[in-house]
C-alpha cells in the first residue's frame, strides 16, 4: 500500500517548477507511506511515490522502479495477490526479463513490456498505477475492478496530473478549487459523490476497471478491462454454491494474507468480518489481532457479537467506544484525510479503530464486498417485498398505509421500524431500479431545489441523481431483477461510498486494508450462481450462512444486520447541536452562496423539534460545510 502521484507537460507547455510541484505532491501524502518515497523526472514526466512496505521489505523496492533498459517507469499503489502465478505463466525470466526484487511490482512492470496496457486484466488485487513510455511518450493510468485503490487526476491546457489523493493535485497551486456544482447535487441526494466526477470542478477519478492512456499531446483514451458479468448458471446447485464458496473465500483470504507484515482483522460482529477471522483461524498460526468499535446507544453497537467471535476464536482483541466528543475532534480531521464531502457516518469510527491497530499489524483485513457479493443489504430484501406489496390497490397502499405512517413517532434508533416502513411506502410506485435509490435516499430532487441559493440554481444544469442508477440497472444485462440491483451495488455503492472510507481512514494511521469478498474467481463465481440460491426463502446471505455452519456460533449466523453508523441523528440535537448551529448558521451561509439559510433553519428547527429526522441530511450538510471551508474558502 502506497501512494503515487505524478505530472505530465502536454502540447508545447513548458515549466521549470515540475520538479519542485512533484515534491510537494509527495509530501502531501506522507501518511500514506512512511517506509520510503521517491521521485523521477525526465523529459516531460515526473512521477513521485511513497511506500508502506509490505511484500519485499528491502530497498529493492524503491519506486518509482524502471525497467532494464529504462524505457518504462512505474510508479504503484496496491497488492497483486497473483504475482507469483503471472510471473511463471507468461515466463518473464526465461523471456530474459531480470529481477533484482521480489515484489510485484517488478512482475508488472515487465508483464507490461510484453501486454501493454493489456496487463491490467491479468491483475488479480487492489491496484492503482502509472506507467510512463518513455519511447512514445505516453502515459498509461490504471485502476483495480472494485475501486479499492483511488486515483485521481487533472488536466488543463499545459499538464496532466494524477494522485492517489486530490490533495497531491491542487498542491499544484495552478489547479484552481472550485466546487462542481453536479457533484454537489448528487452528493445531497446519496451523502457520497458517485461515478468519476469529485466535489472539485475538474478533477475526476478513473473508473474502476478501467486504464486511461494519455498522450503526449494530452488526448486520452479510456478502455475497461473488466465487467461484473451476472449470467446465471440454471445448471448450479444450492449444495455445489455453498461448497464452492466456502472453497472460494478459502482461496481469497490464503491469497489476502500473503504479506512480509503482521496482519490483523477488522471484527464489526457481523457475518462477514466474523467469516474472515473464522476462515483466517485456520489458515494461521499464533493468535489473530482483532480490532471493534461500538457506542453507548445499543441500536447502533455490536461489540457484544464482536465480542462472542474474538472469545470463540482467542483472538488478541482490542476495542473503542465512539463518543460524540471524538466526533467533534474528528471530523475535520477524517475530511483532510478524504479531501471530499463524505456523509457516510461509518469514515469515522474506521478511523478510531485503525488507530487502535497502527502499531500492532501493518494490513487489516475488512469485510467490504460481502453483501454486495453474497446478497446481504435490506434493499435486496425490500425489493422481494416491493414485489407483494405492489399487488395491493394504489388507492390502499397511499390513500391509507401511507398517511398512517406518517403517524408514527420519529425515532433516532438505527434503521428504526418507522423509519424502514416510510422508507418502503415511499418506494412502491417507483420502477426497481428507482425505488432501489429512494430506499436510500438523503434528500430528493424537489427538496434539493428547496434549499439552493439562487446562484445555485442559477448556474446548475441538474440532472437527476437517479440517473446513476438507472445507466448501471441497463448495463449489468443481468436477466433478473435482484442481479441488476447487486450490479448497482457492486459498481456505485462499493467503490464511491465503502472503498473511500476503507481506504483513507486506515492510510491516515499507514495501514493496508484488504478485502477479501472482492478477489475476481468469488465474485465471478457467484455471478453465475441463480440468484434463487443467493436470497433462498428472503433469507439474506443464504449461501455464506450455509457455508459457515460448523465454523461460527448460531448467535452470529443467525444475526441481523446492523452495519457500521453512529448515532448521529440524535448527536446533532445534543451534544453536536453548537456545531450544526455553527456550520448551517446564516453568516457561513450566506458567506458561500451555495443554499439558501431560511431553508437550511427549517431543517435543523424541524429535526432539532423531533418532527423529522433530519440527520442524514444534516450530517451531510454539516461535512459538506466543513470541507467547502477546508479547501474551497
Known sequence: MCGICGLMRIGSGQSSDDRRILDAMVETMAHRGPNDRG????GVAALGHLRLSVIDLS?????????EDGRFVISYNGEVYNFRELKAKHRLEEKGHVFKSQTDTEVILHLFE?????????????????????KTETLHLMRDRYGIKPLFYQQDGTHFRFGSEIKAIIA????????????????????????????FEGIQEVPP???????RDGATKLTRYWDLDFTASASITEEEAVAESLRLMKESLARHLIADVPVGVFLSGGLDSSTLVALMSEQTGGRIHTYSVGFEDQSFNE?????????????????????????RELLPVSISFIDEPYGDGSAIPTYCVSQIAKGEVVVVLSGEGGDEVFAGYDTYAAYKTYEKARRVPSFIRNGIIAPLAQLLPVSDKKLSFEFKLKRFLG??????????????????????????????????????????????????GAGDVLSRLMYIDSTLFMPDDLMIKNDRMTMAHSLEAR?????PELTGYLGRVPPALKMKNGRKKHLMRRAMEGYLPQSILDKKKVGLEMPYSRWLKTDLADMVHDYLGEDRLKKADIFRPAAIRRLVEEHMGGRKDHGRALWGLLNFSIWHEMYIE
Open 39 to 42: 521521485t523521477w523526472a525526465e
Open 59 to 67: 530497498p529493492a523496492g524503491h519506486q518509482p522502479m524502471l525497467n
Open 114 to 134: 510484453e501486454l501493454g496496457p493489456g496487463v491490467a486484466a491479468e491483475l488479480s488485487g487492489m491496484f492503482a498505477l502509472a506507467i510512463w513510455d518513455q
Open 172 to 199: 499544484d497551486r495552478r489547479v484552481p478549487r472550485r466546487v462542481s456544482l453536479p457533484a454537489l447535487h448528487d452528493f445531497l441526494t446519496l451523502n457520497y459523490v458517485p461515478g468519476a466526477q469529485t466535489a
Open 209 to 215: 476497471g478501467h486504464v486511461m492512456s494519455v498522450s
Open 303 to 327: 461489540l457484544p457479537y464482536a465480542r462472542i467471535v474474538a472469545e470463540h476464536f482467542k483472538t488478541e482483541h482490542r476495542e473503542v467506544i465512539v463518543s460524540a466528543d471524538m466526533v
Open 427 to 476: 418506494g412502491l410506485d417507483l420502477p426497481p431500479e428507482e425505488a432501489h435509490m429512494w430506499w436510500r435516499v438523503v434528500l430528493s430532487e424537489a427538496q434539493k431545489q428547496e434549499i439552493y441559493s439562487d446562484r445555485v440554481r442559477s448556474e446548475l444544469d441538474a440532472q437527476p441523481t437517479v440517473r446513476h442508477f438507472q445507466e448501471r440497472f441497463r448495463r449489468s
Open 515 to 519: 478485502v477479501p469478498f472482492t478477489d
